[in-house]
Every structure is written in C-alpha cells, then in structure tokens.
C-alpha cells in the first residue's frame, strides 16, 4: 500500500531590525542613572512605561533612542517585539532621552533625531551630554511647540512634573515642591544610614539610662545606710 504525505511549507515574514552597536560602560552607567530616576517618577504614574532601546519606527525611519517614556496608551510590552510603530502600535513617547558620551553622538542627538523625534509626535526632548571627564550639560525643548534643543541649565518636562538639574557629573531630579526625587537604591542606603545612625542614638541612650541607674542604685544604698546609722544612734 503506497502512502502519500503532503509537504506544506508555510513562509514567515521576519522583519529585519538593524543591529545597535554595543555601548560603552560609561554610557550604560549615564543611561541607567537616569533611567532610574524615570522608573522612580512614572511608578506614580499609573500606564506610564519607560523603554530603554527599542526601535521607534514613524513612516519608513526608525530609531531606537537610550529612553523614551509613553504616558497612557502603550501596548503591553509582552506583545511588543524590538519596533514599536507609530500610531500602529501605539502613541508616540511623551518623553525621549538621549545620552551623547561624544561629540559624534551629540551632533547625530540635535540634529536627525530631534527632526525625526518632532515628526513622530514626541513632546519633550532631553539630551543629557555627559563627556568623560567634564560635567554633565542638558539640551532640551518642547517638540510639540516646535522647539529646536537649547542648552539650559535644568530641564523642566511639563509631562512628567519633573525637573531635571545637573550637579557635576551627577544627575538629579526634583518634584514640583522642589523636593528631590531619589533612586529607589539610594533610598535603601539612606534608609540603611538613618537605621545606622538611630541605632547608635539608642545604644547611646541605653548606656546613659544604665549610668542614670547605677548613680540611683549608689545614692539609694548610701541613703540605707545612712538611715541604718541613724536609728543605731537614737539607740545609743
């Protein structure tokens, strides 16, 4: 008996996606000091997702900028590969970040980015320029109002109600009653220095408290005692 079987090939389109050239250690360092202080403002947010390099396409470009932040509307990053289309799969980001670690990058970040940014629909832009070995500078705009990038000396994003200052090489970010937002790493180690600290306050506390009690233990004994003597000689 002559069995036939049936081949079936299915063909499936992959999209290509360019490949990112590796980053240096001092740039991840830049983008992930920044990239927390995002989580730490958008974890109030509620919908608010922070990308870190994945592929932004508008019309036939695309980018993949260090991070983009897209308040409300944003698909679930389950269902997301590394291009995200704009509007197919969703709004475009509220919020882009760039990170210049050279004078290369800075010149590409003001330039094609911030057009290709602008038309995509992007409202706020912050380009941190953080060179080895020099402080840390800011370009900002507001997209959405047809701003080119400017250098300021802090970056107000309206989106987010936050303001960003740069301190050195350090980057810090504050609230709207000027309080600073901290990473939630440096608040494990303030939390981790007021225990510190409290602690010492307490055993130092607790040793006075035993000194207090030794000095009362001490007048105590020489009050009896004293007492002791008297009664001896109101019986003399």
Request: charged share 30%.
């Amino acid at each position: 008996m002559a069995v036939t079987y049936e081949v079936v090939t299915q063909v499936v389109e992959v999209e290509e996606v360019p490949e990112k050239m590796p980053e240096s250690p001092w740039h991840n360092k830049n983008v992930e000091a920044v990239k927390e202080l995002l989580d730490e403002v958008t974890s109030r947010i509620q919908g608010a997702v922070v990308f870190r390099d994945i592929y932004f396409q508008h019309g036939d470009r695309r980018y993949a900028p260090d991070l983009a932040v897209v308040l409300q509307g944003s698909p679930p990053i389950e269902k997301l590969g590394m291009i995200y289309k704009v509007p197919e799969d969703g709004p475009a980001p509220d919020v882009i970040v760039e990170v210049a670690v050279s004078a290369k990058a800075l010149g590409e970040a003001l330039g094609e980015k911030s057009e290709f940014y602008g038309e995509m629909g992007v409202r706020e832009f912050l380009v941190v320029q953080a060179l080895p070995g020099k402080p840390v500078r800011f370009w900002f705009c507001q997209l959405a109002k047809g701003e080119r990038p400017s250098q300021v000396q802090e970056a107000q994003l309206e989106s987010l109600g936050v303001t960003f200052r740069a301190e050195g090489t350090t980057i810090k970010a504050f609230d709207k009653e000027g309080k600073e937002i901290l990473p939630p790493k440096l608040q494990v180690l303030m939390l981790r220095e007021d225990l510190r600290r409290v602690s010492e306050q307490l055993a130092q506390a607790l040793e006075q408290l035993a000194q207090e009690r030794a000095k009362r233990e001490e007048l105590e004994r020489r009050v009896a005692e004293l007492e002791r003597k008297l009664q001896q000689g109101d019986k003399i």
